[in-house]
């Protein structure tokens, strides 16, 4: 009878649950610690019970149910996705921050040249008086440009030249000669050819529109960067990473160990699993914050955004004046094209004889002010080096997020692993989803990236491309290719082959895994014995 009984008692040690070290231990800790987490005490065991049924925390010892462990998990998630938030607000601030200081200063610089235009043009006389809302709008156009208007700068300047040319080559023209619609047409066309302005027409439209292009793609480079960040803010983690916050910051609390911190590289893991897809903007983030570096830098390029901007009006006299000095060349040229308009009358002094009178201004003796230089400098120095500090945010985000959670240098032997107090020794994954294929801790599907985020990364490469071309002074609208985007990128596997190995958590396992194991190939075996008559049955017919 020995055998059998001996049987007997095996069976019956395996079939128990075991002893429970310290099974009468108090959970008066963690039930204060779930209410002051809003929870409610319904169903929180006074004492330890037996953890066979949890899925999440190790399986042991604890004070947490099941409900409990679902519970903590959900907050948890939520309580990570508030900090991602919170970090993703602060960087929305300092986006908005940026904007407000260049525009600020753009639009002082604007409105400044703006008012210096009587100054500067007011000896011209008539021309000027006038026609002060010629100049005008072209402040205006250039204004509504900034603002983000569907202008075309190109044509708005060409405009305004031909209409200031209209006004000039009327002005020198007698009283009693009256010009027709056709008669002036005939004049703009010679504009090309005989250059009336000089240089300037062309020398000004080249450097306005790259100063106003590069100012207008530089703030729309700030607005997309904090929208960006907005919407990826607000993407939710996914189920399996609440799982592994969950095992990262309440497990503890279940298993008696609220004051031991989470190792660092575990967290790290953690982060990493769960912030895949949001690192995976981290290329194209980066390169748009260096094409934004430079476009701010070229601000201060010769001829500076300052220079250009305060240079308008002397540009503009510059251009009279050469007018005024070739006036008589330049109608002989137009009569012989156009046709004599009329025989001279006795009107008024004409706009050759004007300029005689008035003392002569040209852009060589413009100056700009050094106090500007100098105000130029800073707001690109300010720019520069706020912009450098958000080049890594989507890689630093997971540390950012340690560096609450982990616990510090000094304890890394003795902080949470995951199953107890003791060192971690998996190796810490790189960035980015591809790199997730072996993360210990955070089981990701590779081939099936978060598709907002990757919507995001096609904002970030159309704003970097518009920024690159603004740097040459061209306007590109991109269109949206959001809607193209396929699931492809980092997270595409070799030949469609994506291996689902994971590597071992722990140098030494649990024993309860070992039990776990066993129990399901008994099981499986089990299941083949069963199916084995039937199978016979199905081939003796």
Same mark, same amino acid.
């Given at each position: ?96 921050? @940026?904007? $407000?200081? /260049?525009? +600020? ?7 400044? #040249? =703006?008012?210096?235009?009587?100054? !500067? ?43 200031? @040319?209209? $006004?000039? /080559?009327? +002005? ?7 010009? #027709? =619609?056709?008669?002036?047409?005939? !004049? ?354």
């Amino acid at each position: 009878m020995r055998p059998p009984l001996l049987l007997c008692a095996v069976v019956c040690l395996c079939a128990a649950p075991g002893p429970v070290a310290g099974a009468d231990r108090s959970c008066s800790d963690l039930r204060q610690f779930y209410t002051g987490k809003g929870f409610t005490l319904a169903g929180v065991p006074q004492t330890e019970i037996s953890g066979e049924h949890l899925r999440m925390c190790p399986q042991g010892p604890t004070c947490c149910t099941s409900t409990m462990e679902e519970s903590l998990a959900g907050l948890t998630a939520q309580e990570t996705e508030g900090l991602i938030r919170e970090a993703g607000r602060s960087l929305q601030a300092a986006f908005n921050a @940026l904007y $407000r200081s /260049f525009d +600020t200063y753009f639009t002082e610089l604007h409105g400044r #040249s =703006e008012r210096s235009l009587q100054e !500067v043009l007011s000896p011209l006389g008539p021309l000027y008086s006038q026609n002060t809302r010629l100049y005008g709008d072209l402040y205006a156009d250039l204004r509504q440009y900034y603002r983000g208007s569907a202008l075309n700068l190109d044509e708005n300047l060409s405009d305004f030249w031909a209409r200031l @040319l209209e $006004r000039t /080559f009327k +002005t020198s023209t007698p009283t009693d000669v009256t010009l #027709s =619609e056709d008669y002036f047409e005939c !004049v703009a066309k010679q504009q090309e050819t005989l250059r009336p302005f000089g240089d300037v027409p062309r020398d000004m439209k080249v450097k306005v529109i790259r100063a106003f292009v590069t100012a207008r793609s530089f703030v729309q480079g700030l607005l997309v960067s904090a929208d960006v960040v907005k919407k990826v803010s607000q993407v939710s983690l996914g189920p399996e990473c609440s799982k592994a916050l969950m095992k990262l910051v309440y497990c503890p609390h279940c298993r008696g160990l609220a004051s031991v911190k989470p190792c660092s590289n575990y967290c790290s893991n953690v982060m990493k699993g769960c912030l895949a897809n949001q690192a995976d903007l981290d290329p194209e983030w980066q390169n748009l914050i260096d094409t934004m570096i430079q476009v701010a830098s070229s601000f201060s390029t010769e001829p500076s955004l300052d220079v250009v901007l305060t240079s308008i009006p002397a540009r503009i006299y510059e251009a009279v004046h050469y007018l005024q000095e070739n006036m008589d060349t330049f109608t002989a040229k137009v009569y012989q094209t156009c046709g004599t308009p009329g025989e001279p009358g006795t009107g008024s002094p004409t706009l050759h004889e004007q300029k005689r009178k008035s003392s002569s201004l040209t852009a060589l003796e413009y100056k700009p002010s050094p106090t500007a230089g100098l105000r130029l400098e800073m707001q690109v120095s300010d720019l520069s080096s706020k912009l450098r500090e958000m080049r890594q945010y989507w890689v630093q985000l997971p540390v950012a997020l340690c560096s609450k959670l982990a616990a510090g240098g000094n304890n890394q032997d003795k902080c949470w692993n995951g199953i107890t107090k003791a060192r971690y020794l998996p190796e810490v994954m790189g960035d980015g989803l591809a790199n997730q294929i072996n993360n210990p801790e955070v089981e990701l599907d590779i081939t099936k990236p978060d598709m907002t985020i990757r919507q995001q990364i096609m904002q970030l490469k159309i704003m970097s491309n518009k920024l690159k071309n603004a740097l040459d002074g061209n306007d590109v609208d991109f269109q949206d290719a959001s809607d193209d985007i396929s699931g492809s990128g980092s997270g595409m596997c070799v030949g469609g082959q994506c291996p689902r190995s994971r590597p071992g958590l722990y140098a030494y396992p649990p024993d309860n895994n070992r039990v776990t194991g066993a129990a399901t190939s008994q099981t499986d075996i089990c299941s083949l014995l069963l199916m084995l008559p039937l199978t016979i049955l199905l081939l003796q017919r």
